[in-house]
């Protein structure tokens, strides 16, 4: 579906970083002609990808004076470039931003790539629990800001992205999202967690256990049909809401394992927020993955549509995070399946920090079902034939993975 692929020979001529007075990190990538680019999370390093050739004038790394990083590393990766920020600090949710800036002729200034990181606010790290919140919100997500949230949600940026390397190897872009993550303290019961002295989160612990492998008989599953209520989640061009494409599908792939004889919950079954409206990011998330400890289930998957600026980019992605041996056993199964099965590209495994499944304790995954900014796909997801499909393939990588 990537429209082919004529290689503008872009290229980055020089790579350029500043702070502000208010210590927000600026990194400027200046590129000879306009490229597409991407951000992530990878651990801790920031990721900013551009579709350009690294010129050689262009060092491998540069030293940074920032609160943030102490240096960048400028990867040559062939048919595209990453600058690599090792961050100092965990950022907050949705701290930081990439955009493009024109070439200007009247400035001789040339098409840059520009992205930037805020540090953490001062009143939010002194916080003794927790350190920062990572969400699987989408690139837009029209979630109210809860008011008496002590989280600052003045840096909120509209989107991030997060690096689409078979997009990237097609001269193509993809936004993503955010990858922030919030470090909960574990318990064994039902515990509160200081979030900040006004905001707490209720963090629900299952017995720890789960199994996997037997057969899908009597294995317990919990699905999770992304955002509900006041979180539309990513919004298609007609207006489709990712929520509403999320929850027909939960239902059927319910069905589907409770016919193969699994005991399956759902974070939700009907348009609403699990936590409750406007709630923070953190206090939703945590609310999903509590009804996955409640009832101790042997598996997670928490079902959610892509979209991307690109409106070219499509597929089906698996995210996992390698909490446990079994994490991306599933997500491998899952991909596997829905990749074979259907005709759109296959975006493959990855590794992400995603709240749901990197805070909660048993196997889980989280399925990006096709992208709802592309055209095509949109149209084939608001069908029965595909969400009937989806829910089959993913049920048959489940399947599998208990075999
Ligand atoms: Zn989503």
């Known amino acids: 579906m990537l429209l082919g692929a004529v ?16 210590d927000v990190l600026r990194i400027v990538v200046d590129v000879t002609d306009t490229a597409g680019y991407a951000v992530d999370m990878e651990g801790d390093t920031l990721n900013l990808t551009v579709n350009a050739d690294k010129g050689a004038q262009v060092p491998h790394s540069k030293a940074v004076k920032s609160s943030l990083a102490d240096s960048l590393k400028i990867v040559d990766k062939g048919s595209y470039t990453v600058v690599r920020v090792p961050l100092k600090q965990r950022l907050l949710e949705k701290s930081y931003k990439a955009f493009v800036l024109k070439k200007d002729s009247a400035t001789g200034r040339p098409f840059r790539v520009v992205l930037d ?64 993550k919030k470090n909960t303290a574990a318990a064994k019961t039902e515990t509160k967690v200081n979030k900040s002295d006004a905001d707490k989160l209720a963090v629900i612990k299952g017995n ?48 589907i394992l409770e016919d193969k004889g699994a005991k399956v919950y759902m974070t939700r079954t009907t348009d609403v ?28 998957v928490s079902l959610h549509v892509n979209s991307s600026v690109n409106k070219n980019v499509g597929g089906f992605s698996t995210y996992y995070y390698p909490k446990t041996d079994n994490d991306l056993r599933l997500a491998k199964n899952i991909q596997n399946k829905l990749a074979a099965n259907f005709g759109v590209d296959d975006l493959g495994v990855r590794q992400a920090n995603f709240y749901v499944i990197k805070r909660i304790s048993m196997p889980a995954v989280l399925v990006e079902m096709c992208f709802i900014s592309n055209e095509k796909e949109l149209t084939l997801m608001k069908g029965q034939w595909f969400q009937k499909k989806t829910a089959r393939l993913i049920a048959e990588g489940i399947e599998k993975y208990f075999a």
């Open 7 to 22: 290689a503008q020979a872009a290229q980055i001529t020089d790579v350029k970083w500043g702070v502000n007075k208010a």
């Open 117 to 180: 990181v805020m540090p953490r606010q001062a009143s939010y790290s002194g916080s003794g629990a927790a350190t920062t919140v990572v969400s699987n919100r989408p690139v837009v997500s029209n979630r109210p800001t809860k008011n008496n949230s002590s989280i600052k949600k003045n840096i909120v940026i509209k989107t991030s992205t997060a690096a689409d390397k078979k997009a990237d190897k097609k001269k193509s872009s993809s936004k993503n999202k955010n990858d922030n």
């Open 208 to 255: 720890g256990r789960f199994r996997t492998s037997g057969g899908l008989d009597g294995k317990i599953i919990t699905l999770d049909a992304g955002h509900g209520g006041s979180d539309p989640g990513a919004i298609g061009s007609d207006g489709t809401k990712e929520k509403n494409i999320t929850l027909p599908i939960a239902k059927m792939l319910k069905e």
């Open 273 to 300: 927020d699990v936590f409750g409206p406007n709630a923070s990011d953190a206090e939703e998330l945590q609310a999903r993955v509590n009804v996955g400890e409640k009832y101790n289930s042997d598996m997670f």
